[in-house]
């Protein structure tokens, strides 16, 4: 597997140093230490970028959709052999426990599987015509270059999530990863690459300096398309920035997903799924639950069960054997779990399970946070209102299904949902009457490359996955032909 030193720009399919000849250090959130340095990219490597990616975007576009399929397939099969490898790169700079990273992996491959099939169903139309010397035909053709701007909470299956639909309809693509997690990028574009992806179709821009990437991207009318992941305070300035030039977007953003689990709930099965949903990588993906709603029949017996489990969450280094809670991300991260936290029982909430910064040992130079259990949250605390990011749980008692979907509807966001019911006409009025993009009944792990994902309200617009996912890299053409 590649070995990356300070070239870590893609241009062209070669691997160069930043123009500046800057670069900027990359570390482990769990031990501090250095694993790297990475080129620093700024506007000038960008725009070297685009213009690699405008001239391979005749060529690529002009590409039989089945040659672009085999080449993602490639790439899957890559990815798959080297998961094991590109796992342990993924836990050393983000932190999720290894087994976790090893099945971004793998995930992630999933995506170029499915967009491998999606690039030959990108079908047109024959309408019939009004008039009879007339034919009308309606095509779908690729957009264009497109960006991607990525997080580091899943530096590989967001990637992917974006790569493998752009090229599957015949679009280059230029991305920039998220400054902490970029060596993961690195690998899944290198697997690209020995794929037989030709030079210019995919590039890449390390950078500790995001303004100037995505002002590069934005302010060069050769882009036709971004598709953003990340935080809605961002986005709000992306969409802004793509007025200029009228680009089209994707915007996956803030998430703050309620959980209810009414009174006829399965509960061991009600506790698992919640668990799973919530402190898989340390509470930090966008559609863990930061909410859950328990009915007051069940409450007591369901808070008792998901308390004892908590407890028994070890926490630690990804690498280590046994660890299912990783640390988080930075120094930021750490605070806000903690500020959310104090706040919550500075208004009245119960601690029943951690609350505190792990310090001191195996966990000195790390960003630690114990896994929480906090009952009594109201919408006076920040937890009800913010999105945590962290592995705190905050628990709510509601009486009625009425009730249960008002405060699951309360925020402006709208991303993931879940809730747990063995009743089957309840389930289909909750699955309904959510105001999210993503609903899970039963289950609190919802994602797939097969489905469309995506939010609604503040926490964006576009789907990503599914079959739909490849329509946003595709713009329709309508053709109108006498005879």
């Known amino acids: 597997m590649t070995t990356f030193g300070r070239e870590t720009i893609l241009i062209d399919n070669h691997w160069i140093a930043a123009k ?4 900027y250090p ?5 031990t501090g230490e250095e694993i790297g340095w990475v080129a620093d990219g700024d506007a000038a490597d960008t725009t070297a970028a685009i213009d690699a990616a405008a001239a391979a975007l005749p060529g690529w576009r002009a590409t039989v959709a089945r040659d672009r399929a085999r080449i993602l397939l490639r790439s899957a099969a890559l990815l798959r052999e080297r998961a094991a490898e590109i796992g342990r790169v993924l836990t050393e700079e983000q932190g999720k426990p290894l087994a976790e990273g090893v099945g971004e992996i793998e995930y992630s491959a999933s995506f170029f599987e499915w967009f491998a099939g999606e690039a030959e169903r990108v079908e047109g139309t024959i309408v019939p015509a009004q008039r009879s010397d007339q034919r009308v035909l309606v095509m779908r053709q690729p ?3 497109t960006a991607a701007i990525t997080p580091w909470n899943f530096p590989a299956a967001m990637l992917a999530r ?6 599957a309809a015949g679009c280059p693509m230029v991305i920039k990863p998220a400054e902490a997690t970029p060596y993961t990028a690195l690998h899944v574009a290198q697997a690209l690459v020995d794929a037989g992806l030709p030079p210019g179709v995919l590039g890449v821009i390390t950078s500790d300096r995001a303004a100037d990437v995505s002002s590069s991207l934005f302010g060069d009318g050769r882009v036709r398309k971004v598709s953003f992941t990340g935080s809605t305070e961002v986005g709000r300035l992306l969409i802004k920035a793509s007025a200029e030039q009228i680009v089209k977007l994707s915007l996956e953003l803030g998430g703050h997903a309620p959980y209810l689990v009414f009174d006829d709930a399965d509960i061991d099965q009600a506790v698992e799924q919640v668990i799973a949903c919530k402190f898989r990588n340390a509470g930090q993906t966008c559609v863990c639950t930061n909410r859950v709603y328990v009915q007051r029949g069940i409450a007591a017996e369901f808070v008792a069960k998901i308390s004892a489990k908590v407890a028994a969450l070890k926490v630690g280094n990804g690498l280590t054997d046994g660890v299912v809670v990783g640390p988080l991300i930075d120094a930021d991260g750490l605070d806000k779990a903690e500020g959310h936290v104090d706040d919550a029982i500075a208004k009245g909430a119960e601690c029943l399970v951690g609350g505190h910064r792990l310090s001191g040992g195996d966990y000195g130079a790390g960003y630690f946070f114990e896994p929480t259990v906090l009952t009594g949250i109201d919408a006076s605390m920040r937890i009800a209102q913010e999105e945590t990011f962290g592995p705190v749980l905050g628990l709510t008692v509601f009486d009625t299904e009425a009730e249960a979907l008002a405060l699951a509807n309360s925020t402006p966001f709208g ?18 009457g959510l105001e999210h993009g993503i609903v899970g009944i039963n289950t609190g792990l919802i994602s797939a490359a097969n489905v469309p994902f995506g939010g609604v309200k503040h926490s964006g617009y576009g789907r990503e996955g599914g079959r739909v996912g490849i329509d946003e890299y595709l713009v329709t053409k309508y053709v109108a032909i006498s005879i």
Do not use: C, Q, W
Request: aromatic share 6%; no cysteine.
């Open 26 to 30: 990359v570390s482990n959130p769990a």
């Open 162 to 167: 974006k790569i493998a639909p752009a090229l």
């Open 20 to 23: 500046s000849g800057d670069t």
């Open 143 to 145: 957009v264009g270059v």
């Open 415 to 432: 991303l993931a949902a879940y809730a747990h019911t063995r009743d089957h006409a309840r389930l289909f009025r909750v699955a309904e």
